[in-house]
């Protein structure tokens, strides 16, 4: 039922690092005010991740120590130290999800694939992140699924995407 | 050639509406009708989405909710014409939840194409602008501050008086920031304005870049929400090529730019000074106050920041003027609300109206009641740091004050409808849990105290020294609110007293499974 891909982010297609590369992004954004999101952003963008070597290429050119630049980017949920699966799957588990029994099917859906919050599946197809809210309140339960959308999630549209991811 | 309208709204989009798009344009070519297809924001009668709308003589005719299998069957009932249908809920406007609203800040929402400059004009737009150009800056600040509108984002503190105190600091570079960081479960009404009507928002930033000296404006969104980014950059991008941005905007000799930036996950950021951190680039640690933003703020300097939805009332306040806004509301709460009803629910969506609704009328009326058909046995309003509603104080008003004075807060205008089967202690768990998950870790309330206090709640859940335990979690509740530096800390125990306070039976069972 959900077999029109429009708007979404393949993460396969993410690029070999290199500090080269890394250098280019950090550039092109070097003229903005306060520009280390926009750079992180970019570069997990680009990559999948923010790898380590990206951090110490980052705080050079930001002018900053390497572990205030470490500690920005471990601060925020958003951002993967490591690579992540090729596809992202985020489930809300915020009050209004959870008043539509949310907790409970995101955890049966996590015990079926023997992953917890934010693992990623063996074959690396599939990450389930907890979300917590994406704003489809009137919706609940909700989830994104590689930048889409999807509201009324059910057991069944779960088990669905993990075949997907895995295709 | 007919004018039909399907939602680009996030929630819409959620329930199908790309999919439905695609496939009424390509019956229509199949059947060889021409039809235009524009993507407008939603209504806000969202259990009605994905809804398509058919511009005939009449008015505008809805169709919602509408799936890719019901396309066919819309073009053999004539809804291009109007037709009758199983879907049809008639004339958009008449519709009984739109009827019953007193919609201000949404007047345009779900109306106009949210990416045509030429559409918003025609409904008013930059009408509130120009009039500030007219009148000049001290004016406009004078003139919000008449109106009484308070900030949107929970607090409720005056916009008024953060606007003259910005414009009373010596000039120089300040910054205009708007917190898009529309963190708390149950709210949708800043991503549904900035999808459906985001030059509302880029216009209340000029106004407020023009009274307060200001010439560059930020918008902080939330990573969570994709399409507020894409609609609200082409926003940007539509506002410059007509001249509403940049140098010299309509020869006013005022110069201002708006850029958008996206935030990456972290809850906290919502509090405007750990805002303002991470715009800077910095981890997102909240700053003591004072000094207050409005004097050193962004990168240091003079800085008003305001929701979103604060943000986006200015343009009709300055059109209308100051009293016409007064008049809405009751005693200190003055205007519209923008209610976003959610959960558990029948009718969900966002319900715009003056202050002083009673909360059962919104849930039980408006709402319709548990979507489960089960009784509604809680509401949690405004957000994670909300207290929960028992049904007992459903006649309480939407009004800032009546909310204060029992212990529970409007926040944002979320509410959040749970049926009997809610398991009290553990939301209250929950409460504690995504408090530790989103804590920036700067104080010391917030940061163990989030922490212990799930500790707590399990040991109560377990049945060990529930009475010890209970009045210990108390005691920690009492710690965080006074102890916190910023409202995470401060409001997180909110949604636990109230609990304990409103449900205390849900704390003394025997065997309490895991709600996990």
Redesign the interface.
């Known amino acids: 039922m959900r077999n029109?891909r429009?708007?979404r982010e393949e993460m396969s297609g993410a690029a070999q690092y290199s500090d080269e590369r890394a250098r280019e992004i950090i550039a092109a954004h070097m003229g903005?005010?306060?520009?280390?999101?926009?750079i992180?952003?970019a570069l997990q963008k680009e990559f999948g991740y923010v790898p380590d070597a990206a951090v110490k290429v980052m705080a050079e050119a930001?002018n900053i120590s390497r572990a205030e630049m470490h500690?920005?980017v471990t601060?925020?949920?958003?951002?993967h130290r490591a690579p992540h699966g090729r596809h992202t799957l985020?489930i809300c588990r915020?009050?209004?999800?959870?008043?539509?029994g949310a907790?409970?099917q995101a955890?049966a859906f996590l015990d079926k694939l023997k992953l917890d919050w934010g693992g990623t599946t063996p074959d690396g197809a599939l990450s389930v992140e907890p979300?917590?809210?994406?704003?489809?309140?009137?919706?609940?339960p909700?989830a994104?699924y590689d930048?889409?959308?999807?509201?009324?999630v059910d057991a069944e549209m779960l088990n669905e995407i993990a075949a997907e991811a895995r295709d | 050639m007919v004018k039909l309208y399907i939602p680009l709204d996030m929630a819409a989009v959620a329930m199908g509406a790309d999919r439905l798009a695609a496939a009424v344009a390509q019956e229509a070519a199949a059947r060889g009708e021409t039809v235009e297809i524009v993507r407008n924001g939603s209504r806000g009668m969202l259990w009605l989405e994905p809804l398509i709308e058919v511009e005939t003589p009449a008015g505008r005719v809805g169709y919602g909710p509408a799936k890719v299998k019901d396309v066919a069957s819309l073009f053999d009932a004539g809804f291009l014409t109007g037709g009758a249908h199983l879907l049809n809920i008639g004339i958009v406007e008449e519709h009984p939840w739109m009827k019953k609203q007193n919609r201000v800040t949404f007047v345009r929402c779900g109306v106009i194409d949210p990416l045509s400059v030429a559409e918003y004009e025609a409904h008013a737009g930059f009408k509130g602008l120009t009039r500030a150009f007219e009148i000049g800056p001290a004016a406009v600040v004078e003139e919000v501050t008449k109106s009484g509108l308070r900030g949107r984002g929970g607090a409720g503190f005056p916009t008024g008086i953060k606007w003259k105190t910005v414009a009373d600091c010596p000039p120089g570079q300040k910054y205009v920031v708007v917190n898009a960081d529309e963190g708390d479960s149950g709210t949708f009404a800043d991503r549904m304005i900035m999808e459906g009507d985001p030059l509302s928002l880029i216009e209340g930033m000029l106004i407020c870049g023009y009274a307060v000296g200001a010439s560059k404006g930020y918008v902080y969104l939330r990573s969570e929400y994709p399409i507020v980014a894409k609609v609200f950059q082409a926003a940007i991008e539509k506002a410059l090529e007509a001249g509403w941005l940049g140098k010299n905007i309509k020869g006013s000799g005022f110069d201002f730019d708006v850029e958008l930036r996206i935030g990456a996950g972290a809850y906290v950021c919502g509090e405007e000074t750990s805002l303002l951190e991470s715009l800077e680039g910095k981890r997102g640690i909240v700053r003591a106050k004072p000094p207050l933003p409005a004097h050193v703020g962004l990168f240091g300097k003079p800085t008003v920041i305001n929701n979103v939805l604060s943000m986006a009332t200015i343009p009709m306040i300055m059109e209308k003027g100051a009293k016409h806004y007064a008049d809405l509301g009751v005693g200190r709460s003055r205007g519209t609300m923008p209610l976003q009803i959610a959960g558990n629910v029948k009718y969900g969506g966002l319900f715009e109206t003056d202050f002083g609704i009673p909360l059962g009328v919104v849930v039980n009326e408006i709402g319709g009641g548990a979507r489960s058909g089960r009784p509604v046995r809680a509401v949690q309003v405004g957000g994670p740091l909300g207290a929960y509603v028992p049904v007992s104080l459903f006649d309480l008003p939407i009004d800032y004050e009546a909310f204060a004075a029992k212990d529970s807060l409007i926040g944002h205008g979320g509410l959040v409808v749970f049926d009997d089967t809610v398991d009290m202690s553990w939301m209250a768990r929950f409460g504690m849990e995504f408090c530790a998950i989103e804590s920036c870790g700067k104080c010391t309330p917030c940061r163990l105290g989030s922490t212990r206090g799930v500790e707590t709640i399990d040991k109560i859940r377990n049945g060990i020294d529930v009475d010890a335990n209970i009045e210990l979690l108390k005691d920690l509740c009492h710690t965080m609110k006074f102890g916190s530096l910023c409202a995470l800390g401060g409001f997180a125990p909110y949604p636990v007293e109230s609990a304990l306070r409103h449900f205390p039976e849900d704390f003394r069972k025997p065997a309490l499974e895991a709600a996990e």
């Open positions: 029109v429009t708007e903005l005010e306060g520009p280390a999101m926009p992180l952003h930001l500690g920005v601060f925020y949920h958003d951002f985020k915020a009050e209004s999800c959870q008043s539509m907790e409970r955890r979300v917590y809210c994406l704003g489809l309140c009137a919706h609940s909700s994104l930048g889409e959308p999807i509201g009324r």
